[in-house]
């Protein structure tokens, strides 16, 4: 049976509901998902006394699943972010799953996992909607079929010679897709863009092994497209440090008190900023970037 509640925009209420639910019937896979992810802050309390602590508190296990809606698409700070980094600041003792798919095949697993698995733990989920129309955000029916299954980590759609990469660039969502247009374009053999699908717990083991593949490595960076004061950097630096035995370079948004800009054409230019930064352009290419990004429509 499956069954869609269009529900109250009372956070606190129904979050708090359907944390009940999903404790009553642990055989029932419940989803909650907000209108937009920024909303989210309207339960905060729901998250901080149960979904993230209950497990220890009170020694009860739960499945639910939040679906919060993040990506960087110029539609503003109330329009952009899930606050990625309130949750990864909440995790420790293997408390909750937080995850950022980029493909369906993936997404799909996730879910899967989640009903199969003979415990049960909360699974945060953003969910880029840009992805939804995205042409190359697509999977076959093969990936979803037998003996496939979530993967951490994803590879880089565009192949390379392992001897040639020089710079690995880790990433999490949608930001991929752009960071792999700017590198097809530009030709970057030496570049290699790891997509980390689950962020905790960290899968440091699997990023430990594709470092490993590239014995002429010199670089590590992560990109993302939150300000520098909030997404997945401040959680994900030292944890990468550990895994490579490099210490990763920032490539992303300044420190901002909004989560995001409102005007389009200064998204456009910090995006193109950010890419550029990613794949080790030059001082001079980065500008050239950044003019680009204004000019855009």
């Known amino acids: 049976r499956f069954e869609v509640l269009d529900s109250p925009l009372s956070e606190f209420g129904v979050l708090g509901f359907e944390y009940g639910y999903a404790l009553a019937d642990p055989k029932s896979l419940i989803l909650w998902e907000a209108q937009f992810g920024d909303f989210v802050n309207g339960a905060q309390t729901i998250i901080d006394q149960f ?66 698995r003979d415990f049960r733990k909360p699974l945060i989920v953003f969910t880029p909607k840009s992805l939804l129309r995205h042409k190359r955000a697509v999977s076959n029916l093969a990936e979803m079929g037998p003996a496939t299954t979530f993967h951490r980590c994803l590879d880089d759609l565009k192949p390379c010679d392992p001897k040639a990469v020089k710079r690995l660039v880790l990433c ?46 010199e ?55 950010l890419v550029a930064e990613a794949l080790g352009a030059t001082t001079t290419e980065v500008k050239a970037a950044i003019r680009g990004g204004l000019k855009k429509k």
């Open 51 to 116: 979904i993230v602590s209950g497990e220890i508190k009170w020694l009860r296990a739960n499945g639910l699943v939040m679906l919060l809606p993040h990506g960087y698409e110029g539609q503003g700070p109330e329009h952009s972010s899930a606050r990625i980094e309130r949750f990864l600041s909440l995790c420790a003792e293997d408390n909750i799953q937080v995850a950022n798919c980029t493909t369906p095949a993936n997404f799909f697993h996730l879910l899967r996992r989640q009903m199969l």
């Open 172 to 217: 999490t969502g949608k930001v991929y897709y752009d960071l792999l247009d700017a590198s097809e374009k530009d030709s970057r053999d030496d570049v290699y863009l790891l997509r980390v699908e689950q962020l905790y717990p960290f899968p440091g083991d699997v990023v430990a092994e594709y470092a490993a593949k590239f014995p002429n490595l």
């Open 219 to 273: 670089t590590v960076v992560w990109a993302q497209e939150e300000p520098q004061n909030g997404g997945a950097w401040t959680f994900a630096n030292p944890l990468i440090e550990a895994a490579t035995g490099m210490r990763p370079i920032y490539a992303g948004r300044a420190p901002a008190a909004a989560t995001a800009t409102g005007l389009l054409k200064r998204h456009n230019a910090e995006q193109a900023k």
